[in-house]
């Protein structure tokens, strides 16, 4: 069964502090995977695209790393900002984009 | 501005009404997605429609339904609405048919009381 798993659920951290989020796959055959980030009552923004053949993404504080051979891809982000409270949400997309799967997103919250 | 423009923003109804919501893509966008997103739930997909043809369907139920324009503009129609229907709605484009790099409007707030 296609499934995508995000881990934790919910997360708490300092300003300034760095962050991993984890997703954890179990999608066949693999087309790519996306990094949302979706701020409370908005629209999901993308953040980083890889296909099977990229290991790492950056888009400036956010680092994103896929290992294709463990099905598992994590969200770095490096000197959180208050603005960074948001829900992040992994997406996989099953043969070539047919079908995607959403995991069901870390809500991050940064404390002052 | 993500250039996908999702009307009404906020939507109240009662219970057994029905309900439209309107979404236009980006422009050169073909493909439209909807989204149902229940609180404190992920996304769930409800359908695509590709240059005006439905191309894909997703955990729509029978009470929902959609269409495409010539004006590729696209619309959710939801009746007998549910006090569980009640979410937030999100539409998307893409150029397209897969889903790869598509972009999400702001939502529609829908509350069903």
């Known amino acids: 069964k296609n499934q995508v798993e995000q881990s934790p659920q919910s997360l708490i951290i300092l300003e300034g502090k760095n962050c991993t989020l984890q997703c954890n796959y179990t999608v066949s055959p693999f087309s790519n995977l996306r990094w949302y980030k979706q701020d409370t009552g908005r629209g999901p923004v993308s953040l980083t695209i890889?296909?099977?053949?990229?290991n790492t993404k950056s888009n400036g504080r956010y680092t994103a790393t896929l290992d294709a051979d463990t099905k598992q891809s994590s969200l770095h982000i490096t000197a959180s900002q208050l603005s960074d409270s948001a829900s992040y949400i992994c997406?996989?997309?099953?043969?070539?984009?047919?079908?995607?799967?959403f995991g069901k997103g870390t809500r991050l919250h940064i404390l002052p | 501005d993500s250039g996908v423009t999702q009307t009404p923003k906020h939507l109240i109804t009662a219970t057994g009404q029905r309900v439209t919501l309107r979404c236009s893509p980006r422009?050169?966008?073909?493909?439209v997605y909807w989204y149902q997103q229940s609180l404190d739930q992920g996304l769930q997909f409800l359908i695509q429609?590709?240059?005006?043809?439905?191309?894909a369907k997703g955990n729509i139920l029978e009470r929902f339904s959609a269409q495409q324009f010539p004006d590729l503009h696209s619309e959710l129609n939801l009746s007998s609405l549910e006090l569980g229907d009640s979410a937030l709605y999100f539409c998307?484009?893409?150029?397209?048919?897969?889903?790869?790099?598509?972009?999400f409007g702001s939502g529609t707030r829908l509350t069903v009381v």
């Open positions: 429609y590709y240059n005006g043809e439905e191309r």
């Open positions: 997406v996989v997309s099953v043969n070539r984009d047919d079908k995607i799967i």
């Open positions: 422009s050169g966008d073909l493909s």
């Open positions: 890889m296909t099977f053949s990229e």
């Open positions: 998307a484009s893409s150029v397209g048919t897969g889903h790869y790099g598509y972009t």
